[in-house]
């Protein structure tokens, strides 16, 4: 049980060094080619008061209590059921919860999350993410793969 929740407290830190780095060293708006030649992944300094796909912009307050009350119902149900749930599974749920406070942390000390990640070919982006999102996307797949493949369910933590 100590790994997985060490694994979110890590990657939370990584979330917040990486916001940070980009807060300082690239400016609001613009963006850094990481590939010179090839506008396929760029690092772009850009703020988000909604969640993902730019939806809900503009409502922080609201999505921060949100996003407090899921974080809080997640960490009292694997406390609660934290000698029943497969090991796999609380990995999954504390790649969300790791996630989920990073953005938090954004929305409560920043106004709004910092993303940076940005990928597409010329015109043709993906919505910009950071690590944070990434943990909570990752850690959705693995729940969702969770459900469908009973085979994780064998090993407790």
């Given at each position: 049980?100590k790994?997985?929740?060490?694994?979110?407290?890590?990657?939370?830190?990584?979330?917040?060094?990486?916001?940070i780095?980009?807060?300082?060293?690239?400016?609001?708006?613009?963006?850094?080619?990481?590939?010179?030649?090839?506008?396929f992944?760029?690092?772009?300094?850009?703020?988000?008061?909604?969640?993902?796909?730019?939806?809900?912009?503009?409502?922080?307050f609201?999505?921060?209590?949100?996003?407090?009350?899921?974080?809080?119902?997640?960490?009292?149900?694997?406390?609660?059921?934290?000698?029943?749930?497969?090991?796999?599974?609380?990995?999954?749920?504390?790649?969300?919860?790791?996630?989920?406070?990073?953005?938090?942390?954004?929305?409560?000390?920043?106004?709004?999350?910092?993303?940076?990640?940005?990928?597409?070919?010329?015109?043709?982006?993906?919505?910009?993410f950071?690590?944070?999102?990434?943990?909570?996307?990752?850690g959705?797949?693995?729940?969702?793969?969770?459900?469908?493949?009973?085979?994780?369910?064998?090993?407790?933590?």
């Amino acid at each position: 049980m100590k790994k997985p929740v060490i694994l979110a407290g890590i990657l939370f830190i990584a979330d917040q060094i990486t916001k940070i780095l980009i807060s300082v060293f690239v400016a609001y708006g613009s963006s850094i080619k990481v590939i010179p030649f090839f506008d396929f992944f760029n690092i772009t300094n850009i703020r988000n008061t909604g969640v993902a796909f730019s939806f809900f912009q503009g409502r922080n307050f609201l999505l921060s209590i949100f996003t407090a009350a899921i974080l809080l119902f997640f960490c009292v149900w694997l406390y609660k059921n934290r000698n029943g749930v497969a090991k796999f599974q609380f990995y999954a749920f504390c790649l969300v919860i790791s996630g989920g406070l990073g953005n938090l942390a954004d929305r409560i000390f920043r106004g709004a999350v910092v993303d940076f990640l940005d990928f597409g070919i010329n015109s043709l982006r993906w919505p910009s993410f950071n690590v944070a999102d990434s943990c909570v996307c990752i850690g959705v797949s693995l729940v969702i793969i969770d459900m469908i493949n009973p085979v994780f369910k064998r090993k407790k933590v």
